[in-house]
């Protein structure tokens, strides 16, 4: 390990030490820089902060402020947008505002976006990456394979840029310091990484990482899913890889923007002897059905690194595929709105992830959360939660689950992300956290509660019965069909290879059975909620969910299947292309 990286895991190490101390400065500072702020000046008054000491602060703010939505600070959000210059949630005025998907239900939230955000973003960089290497170290001025796209930023009519948090990243300093300054450079050029044409960065990002095939030492995205899709696309597009790689040329089919063209083709270089290589190995992959196809073809790479936690866990059994027996490590835990903690153990699998809380970042509050009794009596209930009274990071109690509150350099105080997270333990004083799932209910058709998490274990039920027949699920989504009486949950899936109707059956029947939710139960008992529906989409529907997120301003390095809708455009997507359809005889008495 370099002295850089230990230096960073030391200034790590000491904040975790004074982890309470530090959030009591961290929101000090946070009001002292904001203290005229219209919105902090409307809850707090005209108290001078600079006169008071920095734990009084701390008790002043958490019992004046009130806990807030993302709906509580839209209007100053719309404002900054339309370019009010006065301090409405920060003092500096912003220039730039974030696209989030993290809180939305549906349609992406405007979230301020400052120079503070990218700091803290190569920080957490640089601080995951020396933990990464002291286990699987990596040459230096290696190549790092990475699936990342920046999405279109437009400007408000008063000048302020929008865009994803990561597109602002990749467009940052801070993005160009984090190659210098973990010496790992990415293979593909900003052009391909801002071309706004995913599928075109996809082919290049991939071609790129097979010229550079020998020095890639890891492969990498912000989420999991990118690297599946990813290979999902190589295992069509190998050829015409092959072919560029010979002839040092680039398809003229698969890319057409012409700054992505120069850039690529400023890289390339005919190079027979690799493509000859390349071809042999995937002719014999492909005979394999493309197990382990990264080490395979980057066989210096030591690792993939990708958020494969919470909703990514779905893609993990086909990451696996691709990554035979390489590492898999499973990245930080952040949003769009803050970083949260960092991956301190990159060597445990994914499902036993902790996130060390960085007590710098933010201020960290944490509403307790307490499992209501499947007691059908409690249907008014909005949710499977009874909640607490917020606490600061310094009192969290190991085992608890908690919903997580942010107050931020940027402007959002006392805000909802809306995660759950479990405390699983700690570091010195911080806590590492669990990521259990979103809050907000997904299913729910009359006194059920089903989060994304409990969907994402009865598909994954399901979804053992196609274990043996050479088919995989590709992805689901539901929908809470209430048009009808009664009511009934629908899941659509797409699956890629062929499967008996009487074995779709089984899993239908097999998911509607698996939710574990009294008041699902109940329901289904009494038939208040109708049985189960499994719609299986042909290949490609959940492709074009994904495009449609896109058009509409997502950016793919960012994008997360929804696990549930009621928007009628997906809505349709998904009832056009369904080509079978079963019902659960479950609860068939
Ligand atoms: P976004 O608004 O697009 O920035 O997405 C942020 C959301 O993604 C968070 O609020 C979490 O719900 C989810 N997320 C981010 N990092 C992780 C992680 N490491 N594990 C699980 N979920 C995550």
Same mark, same amino acid.
């Given at each position: 390990?370099?002295?850089?990286?230990?230096?960073?895991?030391?200034?790590?190490?000491?904040?975790?030490?004074?982890?309470a101390a *530090?959030?009591t400065?961290t929101?000090?500072?946070?009001?002292?820089?904001n203290h005229?702020?219209?919105?902090l000046?409307?809850w707090?008054?005209?108290?001078?902060?600079?006169?008071?000491?920095a734990?009084?602060?701390e008790?002043?703010?958490?019992?004046?402020?009130?806990?807030?939505s993302?709906?509580?600070l839209?209007?100053?959000?719309?404002?900054i947008?339309?370019?009010?210059?006065?301090?409405?949630?920060?003092?500096?005025?912003?220039?730039?505002?974030?696209?989030?998907?993290?809180?939305?239900e549906?349609?992406?939230?405007?979230?301020?976006?400052?120079?503070?955000s990218s700091e803290?973003?190569?920080?957490?960089?640089k601080?995951? &990456?020396a933990?990464?290497?002291?286990?699987?170290?990596t040459?230096?001025?290696?190549?790092?394979?990475?699936?990342?796209?920046?999405?279109?930023?437009?400007?408000?009519?008063c000048?302020?840029?929008?865009?994803?948090?990561?597109?602002?990243?990749?467009?940052s300093?801070?993005?160009?310091?984090k190659?210098?300054?973990?010496k790992?450079y990415?293979?593909?050029?900003?052009?391909?990484?801002?071309?706004?044409?995913?599928?075109?960065?996809?082919?290049?990002?991939?071609l790129?990482?097979?010229?550079?095939?020998e020095?890639?030492?890891?492969?990498?995205?912000?989420?999991?899913?990118?690297?599946?899709?990813a290979f999902?696309?190589?295992?069509?597009?190998?050829?015409?890889?092959c072919n560029?790689i010979?002839?040092?040329?680039l398809?003229?089919?698969?890319?057409?923007?012409?700054?992505v063209?120069?850039?690529?083709?400023e890289?390339?270089?005919?190079?027979?002897?690799l493509?000859?290589?390349?071809?042999?190995?995937?002719?014999?992959?492909?005979r394999?059905?493309?197990v382990?196809?990264?080490?395979?073809l980057?066989?210096?790479?030591k690792?993939?690194?990708?958020?494969?936690?919470?909703?990514?866990?779905?893609y993990l059994?086909?990451?696996?595929?691709?990554?035979? #027996?390489?590492?898999?490590i499973? &990245?930080?835990?952040?949003?769009?709105?803050?970083?949260?903690?960092? #991956?301190?153990?990159?060597?445990?699998?994914?499902?036993?992830?902790?996130?060390?809380?960085?007590?710098?970042?933010?201020y960290?509050?944490?509403?307790?959360?307490?499992? *209501?009794?499947?007691?059908?009596s409690?249907?008014?209930a909005?949710?499977?939660?009874?909640e607490?009274?917020?606490?600061?990071?310094?009192?969290?109690?190991m085992?608890?689950?908690?919903?997580?509150?942010?107050?931020?350099?940027t402007?959002?105080?006392?805000?909802?992300?809306?995660d759950?997270?479990?405390?699983?333990g700690?570091?010195r004083n911080?806590?590492?956290? #669990?990521?259990?799932?979103r809050?907000?209910l997904?299913?729910?058709?009359?006194?059920?509660?089903?989060?994304?998490?409990?969907?994402?274990?009865?598909?994954a039920?399901?979804?053992?019965?196609l274990r #043996?027949?050479?088919?995989?699920?590709?992805?689901?989504?539901?929908?809470?069909? /209430?048009?009808?009486?009664?009511?009934?949950?629908?899941?659509y899936?797409?699956?890629?290879?062929k499967?008996?109707?009487?074995?779709?059956?089984?899993c239908?029947?097999?998911?509607?059975? &698996?939710?574990?939710? *009294?008041g699902y139960?109940?329901?289904?008992?009494?038939?208040?909620?109708?049985?189960?529906?499994l719609?299986?989409?042909?290949?490609?529907?959940?492709?074009k969910?994904?495009?449609n997120?896109?058009?509409?301003g997502?950016?793919?390095?960012?994008?997360k299947?929804p696990?549930?809708?009621?928007?009628? /455009?997906?809505?349709?997507?998904?009832n056009?292309?369904?080509?079978?359809?079963f019902?659960?005889t479950a609860?068939?008495?």
């Amino acid at each position: 390990m370099s002295c850089r990286e230990s230096d960073i895991i030391g200034w790590f190490d000491a904040a975790a030490e004074s982890a309470a101390a *530090q959030q009591t400065e961290t929101l000090r500072r946070i009001l002292w820089r904001n203290h005229t702020a219209e919105y902090l000046k409307k809850w707090l008054g005209d108290v001078d902060v600079h006169h008071l000491e920095a734990s009084a602060l701390e008790s002043l703010f958490t019992s004046s402020m009130p806990l807030a939505s993302h709906a509580d600070l839209e209007p100053y959000i719309r404002r900054i947008a339309d370019g009010e210059t006065t301090p409405l949630l920060t003092q500096e005025p912003i220039a730039t505002l974030s696209l989030s998907s993290g809180t939305t239900e549906g349609r992406p939230k405007y979230v301020p976006f400052t120079r503070h955000s990218s700091e803290t973003t190569l920080q957490i960089f640089k601080l995951a &990456a020396a933990y990464r290497s002291r286990m699987y170290p990596t040459k230096e001025k290696g190549r790092v394979l990475e699936f990342i796209y920046s999405s279109k930023r437009f400007k408000t009519k008063c000048g302020i840029t929008v865009g994803t948090a990561t597109t602002h990243v990749y467009a940052s300093e801070e993005f160009k310091m984090k190659q210098h300054e973990t010496k790992s450079y990415t293979c593909s050029p900003q052009e391909v990484i801002s071309s706004g044409d995913y599928k075109q960065s996809t082919y290049c990002h991939l071609l790129l990482g097979i010229h550079y095939a020998e020095e890639v030492e890891y492969v990498t995205s912000t989420f999991a899913y990118s690297v599946v899709q990813a290979f999902r696309s190589f295992q069509e597009a190998w050829r015409e890889i092959c072919n560029d790689i010979r002839d040092g040329t680039l398809s003229s089919t698969k890319v057409t923007i012409p700054d992505v063209r120069r850039a690529v083709l400023e890289v390339l270089r005919p190079n027979p002897g690799l493509a000859l290589k390349i071809e042999a190995k995937c002719h014999e992959l492909e005979r394999r059905d493309w197990v382990g196809l990264i080490p395979e073809l980057w066989p210096n790479a030591k690792y993939v690194y990708s958020i494969m936690t919470g909703s990514m866990q779905p893609y993990l059994s086909k990451l696996s595929h691709y990554a035979g #027996n390489l590492a898999l490590i499973s &990245a930080d835990y952040g949003s769009t709105e803050s970083w949260i903690g960092v #991956n301190m153990e990159p060597c445990l699998p994914p499902d036993k992830v902790t996130f060390a809380v960085i007590p710098t970042f933010s201020y960290f509050e944490f509403i307790p959360l307490r499992r *209501q009794s499947h007691d059908t009596s409690d249907y008014q209930a909005t949710d499977d939660f009874v909640e607490g009274d917020p606490v600061p990071l310094s009192q969290v109690k190991m085992g608890n689950e908690y919903e997580i509150v942010l107050t931020t350099f940027t402007g959002l105080y006392r805000y909802r992300l809306g995660d759950v997270v479990e405390v699983a333990g700690f570091h010195r004083n911080t806590p590492k956290l #669990n990521f259990i799932c979103r809050r907000k209910l997904i299913l729910t058709v009359n006194i059920d509660k089903n989060t994304e998490k409990d969907l994402q274990s009865v598909v994954a039920r399901g979804s053992q019965i196609l274990r #043996n027949t050479g088919a995989e699920l590709v992805d689901f989504t539901s929908h809470a069909d /209430v048009g009808k009486q009664p009511g009934h949950y629908i899941i659509y899936w797409e699956i890629e290879g062929k499967v008996e109707e009487r074995l779709l059956e089984d899993c239908c029947r097999e998911m509607d059975a &698996a939710f574990v939710d *009294q008041g699902y139960i109940v329901s289904r008992k009494s038939n208040s909620i109708g049985p189960l529906e499994l719609c299986i989409v042909e290949k490609g529907t959940f492709k074009k969910i994904m495009e449609n997120f896109i058009a509409n301003g997502a950016a793919l390095s960012q994008f997360k299947t929804p696990r549930c809708t009621s928007n009628p /455009v997906l809505l349709k997507i998904l009832n056009v292309c369904t080509i079978k359809k079963f019902h659960s005889t479950a609860y068939a008495s």
